[in-house]
């Protein structure tokens, strides 16, 4: 049963550019958050897909997009990168969201340094 | 306001020893969800623990286990017998209300470094 992928693993793009990542959820799961992760810091939500539609966004500029697809696999988009997007993006996966137990489950990750 | 707060930035401890990691929360939520995640240098991280606010008792798994103390808004994290490869950073995280559209956040994390 293979869980969450993210892929690249490592990203390194300058200032002013775009990136896209990608997630494939856990299987069996329906719904993708993905989190910023700054060095030394926690998790920051950005926003979370569920039936091809964002649900609800953390406080993150309108730089931050995303996507959820049929096969519930998720993009996010980054644009006009600035070096404070330099990250681990973090992708999770989940089952119910309606559920208070209802954990996440992680992927490894893509860390993005902007130059 | 910050809703989870991790005071301990890092902890060093001797294998074998028992460990808590502290974690306080701030909700007006009656109904919440609490869980703890670890992180090795990998990235990925991993489920260790839930604990219901309406559970009675606390959680247990395994060498985890969960110190709730409700009134002090505290979800304490316990680790047993600790071995080297727990060394990692740790992420205390709440989930506020049963709305679909709830999100879990998380604390800023301590660092656990085990000792041979």
């Known amino acids: 049963d293979a869980g969450v992928t993210q892929s690249p693993t490592h990203l390194i793009k300058t200032r002013g550019q775009q990136v896209t990542l990608r997630c494939s959820p856990k299987?069996?799961?329906?719904?993708v958050s993905w989190y910023q992760q700054a060095l030394g810091q926690g998790p920051q939500f950005i926003f979370q897909?569920?039936?091809?539609?964002?649900?609800q966004r953390g406080n993150f500029p309108d730089r931050f997009s995303g996507h959820q697809f049929p096969n519930y696999s998720s993009e996010l988009n980054v644009n006009a990168l600035l070096l404070g997007d330099s990250a681990l993006y973090l992708c999770?996966?989940?089952?119910?969201?309606?559920?208070?137990?209802?954990?996440?489950?992680f992927g490894s990750g893509t860390q993005l340094s902007v130059l | 306001a910050q809703k989870i707060t991790q005071t301990q930035p890092g902890m060093f401890v001797q294998e074998k020893e028992a460990v808590t990691l502290d974690c306080t929360y701030d909700t007006s939520d009656p109904s919440y969800g609490l869980f703890w995640y670890k992180q090795p240098s990998s990235g990925e991280m991993i489920f260790l623990i839930y604990q219901g606010s309406y559970d009675q008792q606390n959680a247990t798994e395994g060498r985890y286990s969960l110190n709730f103390q409700k009134a002090r808004k505290s979800a304490n994290l316990v680790i047993s017998a600790s071995q080297l490869g727990d060394s990692a950073m740790y992420f205390c995280?709440?989930?506020?209300?049963?709305?679909?559209?709830?999100?879990?956040?998380f604390g800023k994390g301590t660092r656990l470094h085990i000792l041979p």
């Open positions: 999770a996966s989940s089952l119910d969201p309606g559920a208070i137990y209802e954990k996440l489950f």
């Open positions: 995280a709440m989930r506020e209300g049963q709305r679909v559209d709830d999100k879990i956040i």
């Open positions: 299987s069996g799961h329906d719904t």
């Open positions: 897909y569920y039936e091809e539609e964002e649900r």
